[in-house]
């Protein structure tokens, strides 16, 4: 039943260290979309992407990047993390139809060093 | 541009109590509006969209097009409609032919007391 699910639940990891947070959906969804929540802030955008190989900047993409090879994988990137991009990332999918609904990963809580 | 704003952080309300969580939104074309819902220790997950017009475990809510809100209502809450809730507006993404853009609130806790 489980339809977006992301590589890890929680990580730990030091200051400049490259990261890595792994997306996967079953649904064959066009769009895939990363979040951060934090608390008082809400859902804020960092990335998404529309097709395989495209993406869009959402609200927030300073210090990350992304990437989309196959439909079903969305990766996000740190280039070299800080203490500032502690927080709890959730990944979602969703069909091109519309008033469709975004199906959300379990999340995972980063912690930087 | 597009924007949701949730006033409220935090509502809480007495079990019984009518429960009113306050949404506005700023876009400039025809919007698609949802609610999302985050129970303690779950995923996040949609909890109703305008179009459907339905109630779900009691909600509702309204697109008010003059006013731009998206207000989610329920006459009488109970106990375990405690949550977090995001409001949600998806738009076209900038570039032509590209997603639908998800925008969320920042989101109001609702806590109904015994």
């Known amino acids: 039943d489980v339809k977006v699910t992301q590589s890890s639940r929680y990580l730990v990891k030091r200051t400049g260290e490259k990261v890595f947070l792994e997306c996967v959906q079953d649904?064959?969804?066009?769009?895939m979309f990363w979040y951060r929540q934090d608390p008082g802030l809400g859902l804020r955008l960092i990335y998404f992407s529309y097709d395989v190989k495209m993406k869009e900047k959402g609200d927030i993409p300073e210090g990350y990047s992304v990437s989309r090879e196959k439909k079903e994988r969305f990766s996000l990137i740190l280039e070299s993390a800080s203490t500032n991009q502690t927080s709890m990332y959730l990944c979602?999918?969703?069909?091109?139809?519309?008033?469709?609904?975004?199906?959300f990963g379990q999340g995972t809580r980063l912690t930087v060093v | 541009a597009q924007r949701v704003t949730q006033p409220e952080k935090l509502l809480s309300v007495f079990k019984g109590a009518p429960v009113e969580l306050k949404c506005n939104y700023s876009y400039s074309g025809s919007p698609e509006l949802f609610w999302y819902v985050q129970y303690s220790r779950q995923r996040l997950q949609l909890l109703l969209r305008h179009i459907s017009r339905e109630s779900i475990k009691g909600f509702t809510a309204d697109l008010n097009k003059g006013e731009t809100s998206f207000h989610l209502k329920k006459p009488f809450a109970q106990e375990e409609d405690s949550a977090m809730y995001y409001c949600a507006l998806s738009g076209l993404g900038v570039l032509t032919g590209g997603g639908n853009k998800l925008t969320f609130g920042t989101g109001t806790q609702l806590k109904v007391e015994l």
């Open positions: 979602a999918s969703s069909s091109d139809r519309v008033y469709t609904e975004a199906f």
């Open positions: 649904m064959d969804h066009e769009n």
